[in-house]
C-alpha cells in the first residue's frame, strides 16, 4: 500500500510547517482533520482543498460539503468521497488547503514523497514532523505558551546580575558585583 507523505506550509511563513504521512485510499476528509490537529486548530469551522499547481494556482474544488452561500464553477468533491490516491497526478502534486472561511487560513500541501511500505508504529495518517510553533487559530498562544516561559527562565537577562554595569544619574558606570565602588574594601594580596 502506498503512503503519500506531504509537506503542509502556512502560507504566511514556510518555515512553519508540518509533515503528514497518510495511505493513499485515505481521504480528503482524513487529510484535513490530520491538518487541523497538527497546528492545533479545532474542528468548528467551514474548509476546502484546491487542486494546485507549481505556481499555487487555485483549480479544481474538494470541499468538507457543498456550501449552499458559496459561489461554484463547477460542483466541488466532497473531501469524504474523494480518496487521496485518485488526485495524485504527478510526483510533486500540490494542493491549497483553505479553512475558516471568515479568517482564511491557508496551506500550501506538497507531495514530498512516496513510500510502498506502511510503518507498523505509526497510525495513518499521522504528524510525522513539525517545524515551527503553530499560529494561535483564536489569539496569542505563542506570546503566553509555557515553551516561551522556559525560553525565559533559560536566558534569564536581569540587568543587576553579575557582570552587567550600569550607569548612575552623572552617566558614571558602576559594576553590579561591586555596589559600593570599592573604595572601602581591604584587598589581600
Keep these: 500500500m502506498a503512503i503519500l507523505r506531504f509537506r503542509i506550509y502556512w502560507e ?8 503528514v504521512a497518510i495511505r493513499h485510499t485515505q481521504s480528503f476528509f482524513d487529510l484535513h482533520s490530520s491538518i487541523l490537529k497538527a497546528f492545533e486548530f479545532d474542528n468548528k469551522h467551514k ?31 466532497i473531501m469524504a468521497e474523494v480518496a487521496m490516491g485518485s488526485e495524485i497526478k504527478d510526483p510533486n502534486q500540490k494542493f491549497i488547503y483553505v479553512y475558516d472561511f471568515n479568517k482564511f487560513w491557508t496551506f500550501k500541501v506538497e507531495l514530498i514523497q512516496v513510500e510502498k511500505e506502511e510503518n507498523k508504529k505509526l497510525t495513518y495518517p499521522a504528524c510525522i514532523r513539525t517545524e515551527g510553533i503553530a499560529p494561535s487559530q483564536y489569539g496569542t ?10 525560553v ?15 550607569e ?3 552617566g558614571n558606570v558602576t559594576s553590579s558585583g561591586d555596589e559600593d565602588g570599592g573604595a572601602d574594601t581591604e584587598e589581600e594580596f
Design 168 to 170: 548612575d544619574e552623572e
Design 47 to 77: 474548509a476546502t482543498f484546491y487542486r494546485s499547481n507549481d505556481n499555487w494556482l487555485r483549480g479544481r474544488e474538494i470541499s468538507l460539503e457543498k456550501y449552499t452561500d458559496h459561489t461554484y464553477k463547477v460542483d466541488p468533491l
Design 152 to 166: 525565559e527562565e533559560k536566558y534569564d537577562l536581569n540587568p543587576m546580575m553579575e557582570g552587567f554595569s550600569e
Design 141 to 150: 498562544k505563542g506570546l503566553v505558551d509555557s515553551r516561551l516561559a522556559e
Design 12 to 19: 504566511d511563513d514556510d518555515s512553519i510547517y508540518r509533515d
